[in-house]
């Protein structure tokens, strides 16, 4: 979400040390109700759809609610605060609320009397206690706001302990996000990066006791993952966005072309360097770093956007359209596919939001599927199957690796509380193949019993699904009549690995061409045809563009339109598209897969 913030005004009610903002008056042209809204609206004309209001301290303005509300008004998705909370009791929160004030960020950079002594506002402490107080009882998001420098170098680990204590709990607050300035009114104050990385990786170990296990590194901050002595500790800290890397005035360094999240840095600024030297910089390479990195939003943004996935499928034989909706009940997962396009790093989305979606979705008349990272992990999934089968007349789904599914007392609590169908991911039918591919050593075999316990104890309609990439792809026609002998009547579904996200790599290495996939795809379908195997998954976003369809398969093609921007702009269209009788009932080209190897693969279909 692209955010924009709009100072209400510089006069403060505190007088902190590090602030390069406040003033002591302010020009009424600039602090008018009118001028105020003029730059919210400027804001959200550019683009923005967050608008952060910010100052000075806003609160001190009577009218905080009223501009709240206008943001709103004119169209943003998020109004969030920037405060100190010190002038917020219990009315003005509920009011803000109401108004449509999103998250809270309050700056508490250390506690008590040190605090104090850094906002030089003696007694504030108590007052932003209050107010957090308030905002928390109103149910306001918060995010606490912290500034690392030097005085407040020392104080900073203690401060999780003591919010702890105060207000019992961590429920409300959403992160705490640590700012290293690289400019202050007393220069002598500023912290160099390595010393800073080593003051957040304390303060997070203070932290995570506690529960409040989301420390951050606030965006257009330092210092940048690559200083941190132990580079996958410091991916906890970071929400790494793509085109980060063209903020102005910062200096890359000839070690940063080495480094896969080099897009989304933009290396060291230039006021840092005015005081301190380049600081010892591990280029990250290791792609599960690089993947854990991979956001495109806060972290959680992000859980909510991953949450649930909308998807249109063919339904075997039948050829009929059915919507389903994908819900992502944890991420972590006991598998490490690289071309996984979850960001299996997230926190869980949370059992009250959960829920909420499942029924939502059971309202809104669509198949259901519970999935992840890997969902056998989460502890209530079998509530979450009980309650999507009372939410919904429509199926319900379950996408695994079976690997836990060897468990005969889950597989059948899963069944019994009302499963339709279970989908599990299944990429070789060798060993050496199939591990290699979620490079899990030991898995191909779990799956193996996860799958013949369900088999053996259960009823339901199973799938296979094989992702093809580059390690398997020629493993395809095998696997078709393996499944079969094996596990008689299961459906195989064959997925073309897709660049679907910035968690996946767009390496050459991981994903293939079309055209070197196809002739394995014809035997198998061949093989499928010649055993009375199902075999589907073409036609939807992770098969191939319908003029590139074997030409077993060209016969069964069912195409129906696609509606206006339900790809969400992921895919692009070539040449050969403009005249082809598919256009508008085909997909295209994922935009990294064009990347990778162009259009060319593209023809016209004329009939």
């Keep these: 979400m692209r955010a924009e913030r709009v100072f209400t005004h510089y006069v403060c009610n505190q007088n902190c040390t590090y602030c390069l903002w406040r003033r002591k008056s302010d020009d009424a042209s600039f602090t008018s109700g009118r001028a105020v809204r003029e730059r919210i609206k400027a804001a959200l004309g550019r683009g923005a759809e967050e608008v952060t209001l910010s100052g000075g301290e806003p609160t001190m303005r009577r009218d905080l609610t009223q501009l709240v509300a206008y943001a709103r008004e004119c169209g943003a998705r998020q109004v969030s605060l920037e405060t100190n909370a010190t002038l917020i009791d219990d009315a003005r929160a509920g009011a803000l609320r109401d108004a449509g004030l999103g998250t809270v960020r309050v700056n508490l950079t250390a506690w008590g009397d040190a605090l104090d002594a850094i906002t030089r506002d003696p007694g504030g402490a108590l007052r932003t206690l209050a107010g957090l107080r308030a905002l928390l009882a109103a149910a306001v998001p918060v995010e606490v706001h912290a500034v690392l420098i030097r005085p407040t170098f020392e104080h900073l680990p203690a401060l999780p302990a003591a919010l702890h204590a105060a207000l019992g709990s961590f429920d409300g607050i959403h992160g705490l996000f640590v700012h290293t300035p690289v400019e202050a009114p007393q220069p002598g104050d500023l912290l160099s990066y390595v010393d800073a990385a080593q003051a957040i990786t304390e303060l997070d170990r203070a932290a995570r006791p506690l529960g409040l296990a989301a420390t951050r590194v606030a965006p257009d901050t330092g210092p940048p993952p690559c200083v941190f002595p132990h ?67 806060s972290v959680q943004e992000q859980v909510e956007r991953e949450l649930l996935s909308v998807n249109r499928a063919v339904v075997a034989h039948s050829g009929l359209v059915q919507e389903e909706h994908l819900i992502r009940v944890n991420f972590h997962c006991n598998q490490t596919c690289r071309f996984c396009f979850v960001s299996t790093h997230l926190p869980a989305p949370g059992d009250a939001r959960i829920r909420q979606q499942i029924i939502a979705s059971g309202k809104a008349d669509v198949d259901i599927v519970l999935t992840g990272g890997e969902p056998t992990l989460c502890p209530q999934l079998v509530d979450y199957v009980r309650l999507a089968r009372a939410s919904s007349r429509k199926p319900v789904r379950l996408q695994t690796n079976a690997m836990r599914l060897a468990d005969e007392q889950l597989t059948r609590a ?92 767009r390496e050459k290495g991981l994903i293939p061409r079309y055209m070197d996939v196809l002739p394995d795809l014809a035997a198998a379908l061949r093989e499928a045809a010649r055993l009375g195997v199902t075999l589907i998954g073409f036609e939807d976003m992770c098969g191939v563009p319908l003029c590139l369809m074997p030409a077993e398969m060209k016969q069964d093609i069912r195409a129906f339109a696609i509606p206006e921007g339900y790809d969400g702009g992921e895919f692009v269209r070539g040449a050969a598209c403009d005249a082809c009788a598919y256009r508008g009932r085909c997909y295209g080209l994922r935009r990294g897969y064009r990347d990778l190897y162009g259009d060319g693969e593209l023809r016209t279909i004329t009939a």
């Design 414 to 505: 899963l069944a019994d509380a009302g499963l339709d169908s279970v989908l599990v991911s299944l990429h070789g039918c060798t060993a050496q193949t199939a591990d290699a591919v979620t490079a899990t050593p030991g898995g191909f075999a779990r799956t193996l019993e996860g799958l013949d316990t369900l088999r053996r104890v259960t009823k339901l309609p199973v799938f296979v699904n094989f992702v093809v990439c580059q390690t398997n792809h020629q493993e395809l026609p095998a696997f078709v009549p393996w499944v079969h002998q094996r596990w008689p009547g299961v459906q195989i579904t064959v997925a073309i690995v897709a660049p679907s996200s910035d968690v996946v790599p």
């Design 231 to 297: 580079l996958s500790a410091s991916t906890l800290f970071f929400s790494l966005t793509p085109g980060s890397d063209r903020r102005p005035e910062h200096r890359r360094y000839p070690v940063c072309a080495r480094c896969q999240v080099a897009g989304s840095c933009p290396g060291l600024p230039l006021q840092y360097l005015k005081r301190y030297p380049p600081p010892p910089m591990q280029p990250i390479t290791d792609d599960r770093v690089r993947r854990r990195l991979a956001l495109i939003a």
